[in-house]
């Protein structure tokens, strides 16, 4: 601060006055100023801007019409700028995560704050290279907030502020935060317990001392379950929750615990255990096939036992739309996946309808229904009047027994009684009955060498044929793909041709070697006919069947291919023989 006293306005009036500064010598109004009025007398001046620790030179001024004049000068040195003067608040509010501390700047040191804060870290003597609030400017005192502390630590905090100078710092205090313990909590009961669901929840009392990050229920069938099985998430905090439980299964003890994270770890409630209730399974019905005029094939899937043990399982059907257990049924195992039922005893060209079953504790469950229509009979007759059963196999119609015919279509006679030699001799086509008994001929039918099945004068009846290998191949083949083999076994579709009665003790008809009897579920009724020798005698009665085809074994051989069906063996094997054996034949619908 300075000024000046205009002692003579010159003979015309002061229209300026004030000092002037410079850090040169001679300062002029050129330089920087004051204005402090007009006239003569005293006045004061304030000097601004100024530098510290440096000289300046300072002379009063007073302008009029004549000029500006100038007093003496004087000059001073401003003082240096020094560090500012501050102490650090004490440590408050102290939590596991925060803090609050602060300080009092009291003295600027000659210039500005332009920064103010704390510091703090784990270290002793904190720097602005640590962790720093900002909290302004200017001297006075100033709140600061410590964020993201570990719990149970020790930190050490002073306050700072920066001035030209540079940064000073208060003295150090130090503080230890909270630690964190496990959140307290407590599991609701369970309500509104379905077969599939459940609800629950819990209530956190405490937080322990840190943010409760997640919480929810956990749950399943052993005790103390945990965030690692299933779980709930139902947000964050503290104060009660709900849960819903899902993804239950029927007839099931489960064991529920609610949880809570914190920076601590996993907390859990006390223990609470529910029953979901017994339901009927679930099961479904099994496309139908393998249709006969007397049996059919289907079953089913247990996807689901309910809870409860599946004490049986099966098909039922009848002529109603829907049929249950008191009407005709299987019974085919017990427990959960699929299985097997064959329908046997139906009435031929009748239509059924049929639902898989599965019962449980809860009762007996019923899947979806399907419908078929068994074959209708169907007869044809041969020159000699014989009558024959015929049945469809999946677009083949074939005859169900044995040729029986003593004459060729045109009524010319087969020729018979052959002794041994002449049999063997023969290439003519004749046929034979197995040891010349009648009673073989009307239940196992005629044996006749291939010079019969392919003369041009046929066997078979009008609109009918000799099968040749590939007829017998696409039987097969359908069996095979169409559920008629015994365990999914394509070699095992001899049970499904084989007659239920005709042959002896064998794996055919079940009670040697195989646990499966025959069924005839494909309708085909094998005999075991045996056949004549090319050498005239006969062999095999009731444990093989034969028959033949048209093709040869090659061309102009002395072989043509045969089938047959053993009673050891389960399947339908092609063996070439002489063309003068006696074998079955099967015809085939043109």
Request: with cysteine; glycine share 14%; proline share 3%.
């Given at each position: 601060?300075?000024?000046?006293?205009?002692?003579?306005?010159?003979?015309?009036?002061?229209?300026?006055?004030?000092?002037?500064?410079?850090?040169?010598?001679?300062?002029?109004?050129?330089?920087?100023?004051?204005?402090?009025?007009?006239?003569?007398?005293?006045?004061?001046?304030?000097?601004?801007?100024?530098?510290?620790?440096?000289?300046?030179?300072?002379?009063?001024?007073?302008?009029?019409?004549?000029?500006?004049?100038?007093?003496?000068?004087?000059?001073?040195?401003?003082?240096?700028?020094?560090?500012?003067?501050?102490?650090?608040?004490?440590?408050?509010?102290?939590?596991?995560?925060?803090?609050?501390?602060?300080?009092?700047?009291?003295?600027?040191?000659?210039?500005?704050?332009?920064?103010?804060?704390?510091?703090?870290?784990?270290?002793?003597?904190?720097?602005?290279?640590?962790?720093?609030?900002?909290?302004?400017?200017?001297?006075?005192?100033?709140?600061?907030?410590?964020?993201?502390?570990?719990?149970?630590?020790?930190?050490?905090?002073?306050?700072?502020?920066?001035?030209?100078?540079?940064?000073?710092?208060?003295?150090?205090?130090?503080?230890?935060?909270?630690?964190?313990?496990?959140?307290?909590?407590?599991?609701?009961?369970?309500?509104?317990?379905?077969?599939?669901?459940?609800?629950?929840?819990?209530?956190?009392?405490?937080?322990?001392?840190?943010?409760?990050?997640?919480?929810?229920?956990?749950?399943?069938?052993?005790?103390?379950?945990?965030?690692?099985?299933?779980?709930?998430?139902?947000?964050?905090?503290?104060?009660?929750?709900?849960?819903?439980?899902?993804?239950?299964?029927?007839?099931?003890?489960?064991?529920?615990?609610?949880?809570?994270?914190?920076?601590?770890?996993?907390?859990?409630?006390?223990?609470?255990?529910?029953?979901?209730?017994?339901?009927?399974?679930?099961?479904?019905?099994?496309?139908?096939?393998?249709?006969?005029?007397?049996?059919?094939?289907?079953?089913?899937?247990?996807?689901?036992?309910?809870?409860?043990?599946?004490?049986?399982?099966?098909?039922?059907?009848?002529?109603?739309?829907?049929?249950?257990?008191?009407?005709?049924?299987?019974?085919?195992?017990?427990?959960?996946?699929?299985?097997?039922?064959?329908?046997?005893?139906?009435?031929?060209?009748?239509?059924?309808?049929?639902?898989?079953?599965?019962?449980?504790?809860?009762?007996?469950?019923?899947?979806?229904?399907?419908?078929?229509?068994?074959?209708?009979?169907?007869t044809v007759t041969d020159i000699d009047g014989n009558v024959y059963d015929v049945i469809e196999i999946g677009g083949q119609v074939w005859m169900t027994e044995n040729l029986k015919v003593s004459k060729y279509r045109n009524g010319d006679p087969i020729l018979t009684g052959l002794i041994d030699s002449e049999w063997n001799s023969t290439t003519t086509g004749a046929y034979a009955i197995y040891n010349n008994s009648n009673a073989n001929n009307d239940i196992y039918g005629k044996l006749y060498n291939w010079y019969a099945v392919t003369d041009s004068r046929q066997l078979c009846p009008v609109g009918w044929r000799m099968p040749n290998n590939n007829d017998w191949t696409i039987l097969a083949t359908y069996l095979t793909n169409n559920g008629f083999g015994f365990g999914g076994s394509g070699d095992d579709i001899g049970k499904s041709m084989a007659a239920t009665s005709g042959w002896n003790e064998s794996a055919v008809t079940g009670t040697v070697g195989n646990d499966q009897a025959s069924n005839n579920s494909s309708g085909f009724s094998a005999l075991p006919a045996g056949f004549r020798n090319y050498n005239g005698s006969f062999t095999y009665l009731g444990n093989i069947g034969f028959w033949w085809t048209s093709s040869e074994q090659?061309?102009?051989?002395?072989?043509?291919?045969?089938?047959?069906?053993?009673?050891?063996?389960?399947?339908?094997?092609?063996?070439?023989?002489?063309?003068?054996?006696?074998?079955?034949?099967?015809?085939?619908?043109?």
């Amino acid at each position: 601060m300075s000024g000046g006293n205009v002692t003579s306005d010159g003979g015309a009036a002061v229209t300026a006055r004030g000092i002037c500064w410079s850090t040169s010598a001679n300062p002029t109004i050129t330089s920087s100023k004051t204005t402090d009025g007009t006239g003569t007398g005293s006045f004061t001046s304030t000097f601004t801007g100024l530098t510290a620790g440096t000289t300046y030179y300072v002379r009063a001024y007073a302008t009029n019409s004549a000029g500006t004049g100038y007093g003496n000068q004087l000059t001073f040195t401003t003082n240096p700028v020094i560090g500012a003067t501050l102490t650090t608040a004490a440590v408050t509010s102290i939590t596991a995560s925060s803090a609050v501390s602060g300080g009092t700047i009291t003295n600027d040191g000659g210039a500005s704050i332009t920064a103010r804060g704390i510091c703090w870290s784990t270290a002793t003597n904190p720097t602005l290279a640590d962790n720093k609030t900002s909290d302004g400017t200017g001297t006075g005192t100033f709140i600061s907030n410590m964020t993201g502390l570990t719990d149970n630590t020790t930190y050490y905090v002073r306050a700072y502020a920066t001035n030209s100078t540079g940064t000073v710092y208060g003295n150090q205090v130090s503080f230890i935060t909270n630690k964190i313990e496990l959140a307290i909590l407590t599991t609701t009961d369970v309500t509104s317990i379905t077969s599939s669901g459940a609800v629950s929840g819990g209530n956190i009392t405490s937080d322990g001392g840190g943010a409760v990050t997640a919480r929810g229920v956990c749950w399943g069938t052993t005790s103390n379950p945990t965030t690692a099985g299933n779980k709930t998430s139902d947000g964050s905090g503290t104060g009660s929750f709900v849960s819903n439980i899902t993804g239950l299964q029927p007839g099931t003890i489960y064991f529920v615990r609610a949880y809570a994270v914190n920076g601590a770890g996993t907390a859990y409630g006390n223990e609470v255990s529910f029953s979901t209730p017994v339901v009927l399974a679930s099961v479904s019905t099994a496309a139908i096939t393998a249709v006969t005029t007397t049996s059919a094939v289907s079953g089913g899937n247990v996807t689901s036992t309910g809870g409860s043990v599946v004490t049986a399982r099966g098909i039922c059907w009848s002529t109603g739309s829907s049929p249950t257990i008191a009407d005709s049924h299987t019974v085919d195992g017990t427990g959960a996946g699929t299985f097997t039922s064959s329908m046997t005893g139906l009435a031929p060209n009748t239509t059924y309808s049929v639902r898989a079953y599965a019962t449980n504790s809860a009762g007996t469950a019923y899947g979806n229904t399907l419908s078929f229509t068994t074959q209708q009979i169907i007869t044809v007759t041969d020159i000699d009047g014989n009558v024959y059963d015929v049945i469809e196999i999946g677009g083949q119609v074939w005859m169900t027994e044995n040729l029986k015919v003593s004459k060729y279509r045109n009524g010319d006679p087969i020729l018979t009684g052959l002794i041994d030699s002449e049999w063997n001799s023969t290439t003519t086509g004749a046929y034979a009955i197995y040891n010349n008994s009648n009673a073989n001929n009307d239940i196992y039918g005629k044996l006749y060498n291939w010079y019969a099945v392919t003369d041009s004068r046929q066997l078979c009846p009008v609109g009918w044929r000799m099968p040749n290998n590939n007829d017998w191949t696409i039987l097969a083949t359908y069996l095979t793909n169409n559920g008629f083999g015994f365990g999914g076994s394509g070699d095992d579709i001899g049970k499904s041709m084989a007659a239920t009665s005709g042959w002896n003790e064998s794996a055919v008809t079940g009670t040697v070697g195989n646990d499966q009897a025959s069924n005839n579920s494909s309708g085909f009724s094998a005999l075991p006919a045996g056949f004549r020798n090319y050498n005239g005698s006969f062999t095999y009665l009731g444990n093989i069947g034969f028959w033949w085809t048209s093709s040869e074994q090659e061309p102009g051989s002395g072989n043509a291919i045969g089938k047959y069906l053993q009673n050891d063996l389960p399947g339908l094997v092609s063996p070439a023989y002489a063309k003068n054996k006696g074998l079955s034949v099967r015809c085939i619908k043109e």
